[in-house]
């Protein structure tokens, strides 16, 4: 998700967050970043960590972010911009993921029904070749028989 922003940001800002450089379009582009992330339940740590800062320069970010779009509205158009796109690419991503989740649901319920058939599939068989036995033999098959002829025969 974090990639996802970032390229969101990069594109919306025409930088790159990730190289080292303290033009305003960059810095402002991480604060951007950093506060969208930070509003999605990231630690500072965290964020620190996608974009080679300390913690305590993304609490400074998110801090002075809130602070410069308050009277910066090309700023303030930018942030609503990657923010919006960002949410919406995520509320994307958490319905692929749910139709994925009723995929593998599907897929898990469809096996165990087919396990089930096929388990039943051999019991029948099962009782017709006893059946079959019983008519060629004229008489049920002892235990020995089961163990040792027939019920080989049926499992997999």
Excluded: W
């Excluded at 305003?24 to 509003?39: G, Q, T």
């Excluded at 990657?82 to 994307?92: A, G, M, T, V």
């Excluded at 599907?106 to 165990?112: A, E, F």
């Amino acid at each position: 998700m974090q990639e996802e922003l970032k390229r969101i940001v990069n594109d919306v800002f025409l930088v790159d967050i990730e190289i080292e450089s303290r033009k305003r379009d960059v810095v402002d582009a991480r604060k951007v970043y950093s506060k969208i992330l930070r509003d999605s339940g990231y630690s500072y740590e965290l964020i620190g960590k996608t974009i080679n800062k300390n913690h305590a320069t993304i609490m400074h970010y998110v801090k002075n972010i809130e602070h410069l779009i308050s009277y910066d509205q090309i700023l303030k158009n930018k942030y609503v911009d990657c923010k919006n796109i960002f949410l919406e690419n995520k509320k994307s991503i958490l319905e692929q993921v749910k139709k994925d989740e009723d995929i593998y649901v599907t897929v898990i319920r469809l096996t165990n029904e087919l396990q089930e058939a096929t388990s039943n599939k051999i019991l029948y068989d099962f009782v017709d070749y006893i059946e079959e036995y019983e008519k060629q033999r004229g008489y049920l098959p002892s235990i020995y028989d089961y163990r040792h002829t027939i019920l080989p025969l049926f499992n997999k």
